[in-house]
């Protein structure tokens, strides 16, 4: 049986060329979208599932209440760590680490900048990394060791050796290499070249191990086996209370690691989503292309369905039933599906390496991945099923009598399901057109948001300990150079975010007043410098040394609601500040939420970062490389790191502009199939009518009156189309626009411009093949009547 099924199905390929070329390109165009997107959320899917205790391990947060804002904090205090670790059985085990840090790393006169992470003892034991040298039971037990990456290894070591080799770090500490762990994978949400341990006899450290209010780590828990989340959640809370009676705001909550990816957008305290929005999305445009070239392979089949209808007529005579019939259709439907996955397959196999650039990743065609295999076995049946089963079901229903007759005709009931269809297809591309328009112009409308100050011109320098100690004769000279307008330092770059603090108190603050600031460090040119605008009062320049002034935003003086805040004084302890102005709100983090409140504090000693404005015209190759010889003045030893604000200002959009990027790509694909579907299915209706067409031109009927007549019929299906797709794709993309606060309004015109592209797409398509078939010689057409 089977047998017999895939001859009949080879021939009816081969007998078919057009049909069959139409439908592989279109399901092998569908199949490659579907299992490049399925690799993508596969990645998303899997990430840290290789730590063996994944479901156990959680990060301890905190939701800090401060009137104007719940902030979700993932600062924790340093001795937090070690204290649950002490005799409460919900915990098996805690660790506390840094956030990621770059440290200058020497071996010989190899040195170069890598990112680590400074851990706490239980560091290997609750999270799980391939060891290729060392021991994972004693790589930290020693405070001057170091454990380094395979590639760090390679990069500084070669093929010798590298454990038990001693390194300098930042110049000042020798450290001894314990072990060598394989890279981290690209699926991990913890990525670093080195790991070193915490030295508990360092001062500084033990300073540390007693202040219960400096939050500046990450602490997580592994829980015991069995134990119950919300009590391990309590205990947390119960402890860091416990410790600190003065913290009214703050609420602590565990949050699993089965989260961290997909989760990890918070908004008043409350968890939001994510990654998990766009793994959603991409799931849904995959099934939406495969549906778009199912419903071409339903179109298809059943237009030419009169050209199958006598064998139908003949295998009913000869005994075959209806099952029978319905298995043949399948099975070709599967045998296509079939071919089209092999030529998916390579495609997908040539596309690979440039999707992985274009997406960050290192993707790879694993065979031997059950999941992978489930999901493209998944992939093929539901194509094949899915695209043969209506014509299956159609073409089977055939009355043989009526074939063999030839009285069978194609009336209403056969003709309105390929409407529906096509129907179908217009509104998914109304609707992916309408959402990449409207994505896109989401995406400018928040580029183009006033930042507060002007990125353009502004260099980003890492500070050094030389360079500052020098900073009064490295700022005079660049002043010289002539390429500099201004110089200024400060605590943490423009694009960050480093500090945030309750605010200090003032006068005429309401009682419960609580506001929670972010801060930042600044010296006399810091204004200037940085371009930013002062709304009221002056900047640092000319300001004391000794000075307390300080500088709000904007967000900060509506918070307070000072009605005069030039000259107010505010109060932190037995510290006071004046207020010397007033700047315009300064976007730091994200370019599509609110600022917050800023307060600027005048440190006239010095920052981390220098930022260098520099003056128009000026070409930046040139500035740089003075900039380069300059630092070797100051500082030989040091590493010449720069950043262009305005670059460093583009990467908060690179995850918008990914995700825009491979839903436009996408969108293109489903809408290049919806018109291979409509090219083929017009094809065909040409094919059908070629004797009425002949008629009608010897009746004297022009092409553009045949274009009219056959069009007509396209473009009603397009009108109802755009009927039922632009209230749906308006309720969406709503819903889709109302977790940003700066947004867009969703314009009309969008939608009047998706129509009439899909119209003229619609004429265009639909003339070629029309236009094609009324210039066909009628005496050709209408010789066997």
């Known amino acids: 049986m089977l047998k017999n099924y895939f001859k009949i199905a080879w021939r009816n390929l081969f007998r078919n060329k057009a049909f069959a070329t139409t439908n592989l390109l279109g399901l092998a165009i569908g199949m490659t979208c579907s299992i490049l997107i399925f690799l993508w959320v596969h990645d998303e899917l899997s990430y840290d599932k290789f730590h063996a205790n994944y479901k156990d391990i959680y990060q301890v947060i905190a939701n800090r209440d401060f009137k104007n804002q719940v902030f979700t904090d993932k600062n924790m205090a340093f001795p937090l760590g070690p204290t649950l670790e002490q005799g409460y059985p919900q915990i098996k085990t805690a660790v506390e680490m840094t956030y990621p840090q770059q440290r200058l790393l020497a071996f010989g006169e190899n040195r170069v900048k890598k990112t680590g992470y400074t851990v706490s003892g239980h560091f290997f034991d609750m999270f799980s990394w391939k060891f290729l040298k060392g021991s994972p039971v004693s790589a930290i037990t020693d405070p001057s060791s170091i454990v380094l990456s395979a590639s760090a290894a390679k990069a500084y070591f070669g093929n010798e050796e590298a454990v038990g080799k001693t390194m300098k770090v930042d110049d000042n500490e020798l450290v001894r290499v314990s072990a060598v762990v394989a890279d981290a994978p690209d699926n991990s949400t913890f990525k670093f070249d080195f790991i070193q341990p915490f030295n508990y006899s360092d001062s500084n450290v033990k300073q540390q191990m007693n202040e219960w209010y400096n939050s500046s780590w990450n602490v997580f828990v592994q829980l015991a086996p069995g134990a119950n989340v919300a009590a391990a959640q309590k205990t947390v809370d119960d402890v860091k209370r ?124 694993d065979l031997g991945d059950p999941v992978f295999i489930t999901g493209l076995v998944a992939i093929i049946l539901f194509t094949g099923v899915i695209a043969g089963s209506y014509p299956a079901f159609y073409l089977s229903s055939f009355n043989p009598v009526k074939v063999l007759k030839g009285t069978l005709v194609a009336g209403k009931k056969a003709i309105l399901p390929r409407r529906v269809l096509v129907v179908s297809q217009f509104v998914i591309s109304i609707l992916l057109i309408s959402a990449t328009i409207i994505v896109y112009r989401q995406l400018q409308y928040v580029k183009n948001r006033d930042m507060g100050y002007d990125p353009n011109n502004l260099i980003s320098l890492p500070n050094t300990d030389l360079l500052n100690k020098n900073f009064p004769a490295f700022r005079n000279d660049l002043q010289a150079t002539g390429l500099v307008a201004a110089v200024a330092r400060t605590m943490s770059p423009i694009t960050e975010v480093w500090w945030r603090s309750p605010a200090p108190h003032w006068e005429g603050q309401l009682p419960g007043q609580e506001i929670i600031f972010t801060g930042q460090r600044a ?6 410098a940085l371009g930013i605008r002062l709304l009221e009062g002056k900047g640092f320049t000319g300001t004391p040394s000794d000075s307390g002034s300080v500088m709000l935003n904007k967000a900060a003086v509506d918070a307070m609601r000072l009605a005069h805040p030039v000259g107010a004084v505010l109060r932190n302890g037995d510290r006071h500040f004046t207020v010397i102005g007033v700047t315009d709100n300064v976007v730091m983090e994200s370019p599509y939420k609110p600022v917050d409140p800023q307060m600027v504090y005048y440190a006239q000693g010095g920052g981390n970062f220098f930022n260098i404005r520099l003056k128009d015209g000026v070409a930046p190759q040139r500035a740089i490389e003075t900039l380069r010889g300059l630092v070797r003045k100051y500082d030989p030893a040091a590493i010449f790191e720069y950043h262009f604000v305005n670059q460093d200002f583009e990467k908060k959009f690179l995850a918008e502009e990914l995700i825009s990027k491979i839903t436009n790509i996408f969108a293109g694909l489903a809408i290049f199939i919806c018109c291979l579907g409509l090219a083929g ?19 004297g009927a022009s092409v553009t009156q045949l274009l009219g007549l056959i069009s007509k019929e396209f473009l009603r299906l397009v009108g109802i189309a755009f009927v039922i797709a632009v209230p749906l794709t308006w309720w969406a993309m709503s819903s889709w626009l109302e977790k940003y606060t700066f947004r867009i309004p969703i314009s009309p015109w969008t939608f009047v411009i998706v129509g009439l592209l899909l119209l003229l797409l619609t004429l265009f398509v639909v003339g070629i093949n029309t236009i094609r078939s009324a210039m066909r010689n009628p005496v050709k057409s209408l010789r066997s009547e």
């Open 242 to 365: 416990a410790h600190s009676p003065h913290d009214k705001v703050s609420s602590y909550f565990l949050f699993p690691m089965n989260r961290w990816r997909l989760y990890s957008d918070f908004k008043e305290g409350k968890n939001t989503g994510g990654m998990i929005e766009y793994v959603r999305l991409f799931s849904v445009i995959a099934v939406i292309i495969l549906l778009i070239a199912c419903i071409n392979f339903m179109n298809l089949s059943t237009a030419r369905s009169e050209k199958r209808a006598r064998e139908v007529g003949v295998r009913k005579t000869l005994g075959s039933d209806r099952g029978q019939l319905m298995g043949q259709f399948l099975f070709e439907s599967i045998i296509l599906t079939a071919i089209a996955f092999v030529i998916a397959l390579l495609a997908v196999w040539l596309l690979l390496p440039s999707f992985n650039l274009m997406v960050d990743k290192h993707m790879s065609l």
């Open 523 to 528: 010296d006399e040119h810091y204004t200037d």
């Open 681 to 699: 299915l017009a094809s065909f209706t040409m094919e059908r009518r070629v004797r009425e067409f002949g008629i009608r031109k010897v009746l």
